[in-house]
């Protein structure tokens, strides 16, 4: 398997309290690898580390075989990362199709965009709702816009901050399915989530951090039978 995505010994520290410490995380073409933890386990400044939110204090982040320590997020996005933040931040006041119009313009020729737009609304389950304002939309509708939106830059890693966050189980397991369809489509995905019933769902690699660091890292069979990991992830034993 070849790495997309290779995090070389990368800590953060915050006034000397490292809330990254020594974080080596290979991820695979073709794996929807979940990153998981317990709160405060490190997740978010992992996730900012990889987008170029922040830098590291020491190590190294590799994509696509460069060097992007210290490239901005932008930078990034033009090798080929494509950010979901946990907020939706689409354009409420505009139509649905019309947000994918704005994200596809500048990656497809004029003349596809029809087809694009129509492409990715069959593909986030949103084709009733092309019409509709985005702000109009049930929040779980909002995220699979959002979702469509990071996928439109076709990007070669999709990066997921918790993608369920105040979704029902209902959307939540549709996210799931959408994060699987894209997978199926090529896409490699890397994921904060803390619902392990999602992460069951869709994961093919896992890695829990706890306090900073490597706790875990396997398959999801590998993670939910780890006694460990239902210890520091959910304070009871057996019940991850
Ligand atoms: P998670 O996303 O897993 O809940 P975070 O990465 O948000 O964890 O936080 C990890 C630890 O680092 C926590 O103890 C948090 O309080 C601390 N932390 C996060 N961001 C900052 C910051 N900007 N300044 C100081 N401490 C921070
Ligand atoms: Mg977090």
Not at 40 to 64: C, D
Not at 155 to 177: N, V
Request: net charge negative; glycine share 8%.
């Amino acid at each position: 398997m070849a790495a997309l995505l290779r995090i070389d010994t990368v800590s953060k520290s915050f006034g000397g309290f490292f809330a990254v410490r020594d974080v080596d995380l290979t991820v695979e073409i073709g794996d929807i690898h979940c990153l998981i933890g317990p709160n405060g386990a490190g997740k978010s400044t992992l996730f900012k580390l990889v987008v170029g939110t922040y830098a590291p204090t020491r190590g190294a982040i590799h994509f696509r075989d460069h060097d992007v320590t210290w490239d901005p997020p932008f930078a990034r996005v033009q090798r080929g990362m494509s950010i979901k933040m946990q907020t939706p931040s689409v354009f409420k006041a505009l139509p649905v199709r019309q947000n994918l119009h704005i994200a596809l313009q500048h990656h497809v020729a004029a003349a596809d965009l029809p087809r694009e737009e129509e492409r990715l609304l069959d593909l986030l389950g949103l084709v009733a709702s092309a019409t509709r304002l985005a702000g109009e939309l049930s929040h779980g509708q909002q995220q699979w816009l959002e979702i469509g939106m990071a996928v439109a830059l076709r990007p070669s890693l999709l990066l997921l901050d918790e993608p369920t966050a105040g979704l029902s189980p209902e959307e939540t397991w549709r996210t799931g399915e959408l994060v699987k369809r894209l997978s199926a489509g090529g896409m490699t995905v890397l994921a904060v989530e803390h619902d392990m019933a999602f992460v069951r769902q869709i994961a093919t690699a896992v890695t829990v951090l706890h306090l900073g660091a490597i706790f875990a890292r396997g398959s999801v069979a590998d993670i939910v039978a780890d006694p460990r990991v239902a210890e520091i992830y959910l304070g009871t034993p057996n019940a991850a």
